[in-house]
């Protein structure tokens, strides 16, 4: 059966790193698109970027792009987001997402309805 588990959350400093590892099995990882989402406290889940099967980018706005960095490994079926210079606004339930299609499409991937499968998501806090 289908499995994604996210790791590497945790508590940070405002200005510090941290990196997302979203582990997934049951399915063919590299044929499909993944993405990140987040659920800040209170507030709507949103798209924070998504990576193509074959590892074309795009993120949910230009302010995720500068500090945040999607990638996959498709032999360790692992997904990554790389986070920097973290701000208390950064912090959120973090989740990982896989759909059905290869490609993020361009603003369709934004609409959670666009994947499938998700994972139970780990806690990013930034004081």
């Known amino acids: 059966h289908v499995q994604l588990v996210e790791s590497g959350g945790g508590s940070v400093q405002a200005g510090g790193s941290l990196r997302l590892s979203c582990t997934a099995s049951g399915f063919a990882f590299g044929d499909v698109a993944m993405g990140w989402f987040r659920q800040p406290p209170g507030k709507e889940r949103e798209g924070v970027s998504c990576?193509?099967?074959?590892?074309?980018?795009?993120y949910g706005g230009d302010p995720l792009k500068a500090r945040f960095t999607i990638s996959r490994d498709n032999v360790k079926s692992t997904l990554y987001l790389q986070m920097y210079s973290l701000k208390p606004e950064d912090t959120a339930m973090y989740y990982c997402a896989a759909s059905p299609r290869a490609r993020c499409n361009g603003d369709h991937w934004r609409d959670r309805n666009y994947f499938g499968y998700w994972g139970q998501g780990t806690q990013v806090t930034v004081s």
């Open positions: 990576i193509n099967s074959s590892g074309g980018t795009t």
